[in-house]
């Protein structure tokens, strides 16, 4: 349901696109991902968006973020916050929910498609009002890992919903050893 002359753009929610695509046992290339989606329409900006833990000396995410700003990606980050939970676990937070809403909703007026790459069901009321501003909405995400991945309601509002698992061929890679984001939580009420 693409269009070769629609304006296009992706916004990666990153840690739950990480999370849906380890759960189906692949890693996303994101050179791939970015040439698949130029190629089904004008792209006009890819976004990712990650929080980054700024106290660690070495980030695991930091040579993917490097990279995605290299090769044409808007990196959209913030510091994570750090806690201890209460049976004594380090946890690490980086909502970026609210980042990828505004960028989306300034960008409405400029595009014909957006293409979110997540799952979560806290993004439905923004699917729906870019659909009032004239915007269609793909989603990326997956219903076959288990628990699925992608919170219905927000698989029902969307105008397309892209099966991860079917792009596995075009987009994945076999899994790294050393997961890039195996740190953070996705946030998500799927």
């Keep these: 349901m693409f269009y070769k002359d629609e304006r296009l753009a992706l916004f990666i929610d990153g840690s739950n696109l990480y999370a849906a695509a380890k759960a189906l046992g692949f890693d996303i290339d994101y050179k791939l991902l970015r040439q ?37 990606f808007t990196m959209v980050t913030k510091p994570a916050k750090e ?10 937070k980086g909502n970026m929910d609210i980042e990828l809403t505004v960028d989306a909703m300034e960008l409405a007026p400029r595009v014909d498609h957006i293409v979110l790459f997540s799952g979560d069901g806290d993004f439905r009321p923004l ?15 997956t219903i076959r890992s288990q628990p699925p ?14 099966e ?19 740190n953070f939580e996705v946030a998500s009420s799927t």
């Design 164 to 182: 991860l698992d079917e792009l596995r061929d075009v987009i994945g890679r076999p899994p790294r050893e050393t997961p890039v984001e195996r």
């Design 83 to 92: 806690y201890t939970d209460s049976q004594g676990r380090r946890k690490v």
């Design 127 to 141: 699917v729906e009002s870019l659909q009032r501003q004239g915007v269609r909405v793909s989603v990326v995400s």
């Design 36 to 72: 698949e989606f130029a190629r089904r329409g004008k792209m006009v900006r890819a976004f990712y968006y990650t929080a980054l833990l700024e106290n660690d000396e070495y980030s695991p995410i930091r040579p993917l973020v490097d990279w995605l700003h290299y090769n044409g």
């Design 149 to 162: 991945m992608i919170a219905d309601e927000l698989r029902r509002q969307a105008d397309n919903f892209i």
